[in-house]
């Protein structure tokens, strides 16, 4: 059984940048889909960032320019680079394969503050 483990978030400023981390334990990691995800409060969970096993990507047009989703497939990690942070990415952030397939870890909190 696939296990998730999310690191990284934290508290940033406006414009500020964070790298976040996620390991992924059990399974076939190179062959799977990944992306990033995230749940601000009293909102619905989006997808944000998604890459293939070739690592080509693609991201919410509110983060393009601005995060990059990459991968290690010897480390089984998925990485989400997020820089020029606002207000608006403060959210619990997951990953997860594109069609969720894999339980959800427990997440990792982004707050930026203004």
């Known amino acids: 059984q696939v296990q998730l483990v999310e690191s990284g978030g934290g508290l940033a400023q406006v414009g500020g940048s964070l790298r976040l981390s996620c390991e992924y334990f059990?399974?076939?990691?190179?062959?799977?889909?990944m992306a990033w995800f995230r749940q601000a409060p009293g909102k619905q969970r989006e997808l944000v960032a998604r890459?293939?096993?070739?690592?080509?990507?693609i991201y919410v047009e509110s983060v393009k320019g601005r995060f990059t989703i990459s991968r290690d497939n010897r480390k089984k990690t998925v990485y989400l680079e997020m820089n020029n942070l606002n207000p608006e990415d403060t959210a619990v952030y997951y990953c997860?394969?594109?069609?969720?397939?894999?339980?959800w870890g427990q997440g990792t909190q982004v707050t930026v503050s203004s």
């Open positions: 997860n394969s594109p069609n969720s397939v894999f339980q």
């Open positions: 059990g399974g076939n990691f190179r062959f799977h889909p």
């Open positions: 890459i293939t096993p070739g690592d080509s990507t």
